[in-house]
């Protein structure tokens, strides 16, 4: 997602898509894991 400044922030737009259900992470090295426990 875009981030324009103001309240468009990373963690705004992080909130949200975890809010609708999407499984994030704010660390990289978490993305394997994570994709793992969904398969």
Avoid: H, Q, W, Y
Avoid at 4 to 16: M, P, R, V
């Amino acid at each position: 997602a875009l981030i324009s400044g103001g309240a468009d922030t990373a963690d705004a737009k992080l909130a949200i898509m975890e809010e609708c259900g999407f499984k994030v992470t704010r660390n990289p090295s978490e993305m394997g894991r994570i994709l793992k426990s969904l398969l």
